[in-house]
């Protein structure tokens, strides 16, 4: 059972940056598929970015451009940098994990974080 902790959220002005942080209880460099995800209050969860286990990189078209994923497997460590923040950026970030991205990368995550909160005012 992988554990997935987030830490780093917090309020920040329209422009700013903040990055987000994900402890994993396992060893990132295996074969896993994982991702950052948001649900703004009254809203879906809508999908943030992803990162697969060669380092591959794929954003939702709200996120291209302005935030990154990376990864530091020496740390087990599951990162999101956020710049250029929007008001509309406001959501619970989660950190997400599956064992394999497979052929929908967005879906069927087994592993979730508990969220942590990104203000953008």
């Known amino acids: 059972h992988v554990q997935l902790v987030e830490s780093g959220g917090g309020s920040v002005q329209t422009g700013g940056s903040l990055r987000l942080s994900c402890a994993v209880s396992e060893d990132t460099s295996g074969p896993y598929c994982m991702g950052w995800f948001r649900q703004a209050a009254g809203k879906e969860r809508e999908e943030v970015a992803i990162i697969d286990s060669t380092n591959r990189t794929t954003y939702s078209d709200s996120t291209k451009g302005r935030f990154t994923i990376s990864k530091d497997n020496a740390k087990n460590t599951l990162y999101l940098q956020m710049n250029s923040l929007k008001p509309e950026d406001t959501a619970i970030y989660y950190c997400?994990?599956?064992?394999?991205?497979?052929?929908?990368?967005?879906?069927?995550?087994?592993?979730w974080g508990q969220g942590t909160q990104v203000t953008v005012s």
């Open positions: 997400a994990a599956k064992r394999v991205c497979g052929s929908d990368i967005w879906s069927g995550y087994m592993y």
